[in-house]
């Protein structure tokens, strides 16, 4: 599995999907091996530098091992509250907050022309193309309704970029089974859904 994370991650970067640094690391404590671990970076402004990015907020969608409230909607895309500010100080969260609760809107809304237009101007829909790529060549869901999602918004553009975490590529929960054929649209979160009716998105994912 450690060896499937670095392959991923390097099949992310020759895909021009932003996907933190990861190498496989020995670790020794105080003369005895420990065995070997995965050492991935933490995502931050360096990350986005690395990538040719201007650094901007980097969303963290993850609900795993949170409080869930009943009555409260407790998916990722429907609760732009409940997301967090990566490597950024909290009192940071009012001025960033605007863009991810328009994006959460956008998504819910009854899906129209009018929608997908103003998609097209909050979400980089080329970068969502090259991750979906990117799922099915690792046959990889684990980016779903309630976890595992970084999400980076470019002040140069306005828009939304994904950042490739805990992808869990070729897990043994999604390896084809006998007799079955590869996932090949990969929709696993309300966010999905939405991009899998977007034209731009289908053309981009299949010719780009």
Not at 66 to 85: C, H, I, M
Not at 168 to 195: Q, Y
Request: hydrophobic content about 40%; glycine content about 8%.
């Amino acid at each position: 599995e450690q060896h499937n994370n670095l392959l991923a991650c390097e099949l992310a970067r020759m895909l021009g999907v932003m996907a933190p640094r990861t190498e496989l690391a020995q670790l020794w404590l105080n003369g005895r091996f420990h065995g070997l671990y995965e050492l991935v970076e933490q995502l931050g402004e360096d990350t986005l530098r690395a990538h040719g990015r201007v650094p901007g907020a980097i969303h963290s969608g993850d609900l795993v091992l949170q409080d869930a409230w009943t009555g409260a909607p407790n998916r990722v895309f429907e609760n732009a509250s409940q997301w967090e500010l990566v490597g950024a100080d909290p009192a940071v969260r009012p001025a960033t907050s605007a863009p991810l609760a328009e994006l959460v809107r956008v998504l819910n809304e009854p899906a129209s022309e009018a929608v997908f237009e103003r998609l097209e101007r909050i979400v980089d829909i080329e970068a969502f193309a090259r991750l979906s790529a990117l799922e099915v060549l690792t046959q990889s869901h684990h980016d779903d309704e309630t976890h595992n999602w970084r999400l980076h918004h470019d002040p140069a553009t306005g828009r939304f970029e994904p950042i490739v975490w805990d992808l869990m590529p070729w897990g043994e929960t999604s390896r084809i089974g006998d007799g079955k054929g590869p996932e090949l649209d990969p929709v696993f979160s309300h966010l999905h859904e939405v991009l899998h009716m977007h034209a731009g998105f289908l053309a981009a994912r299949r010719f780009g």
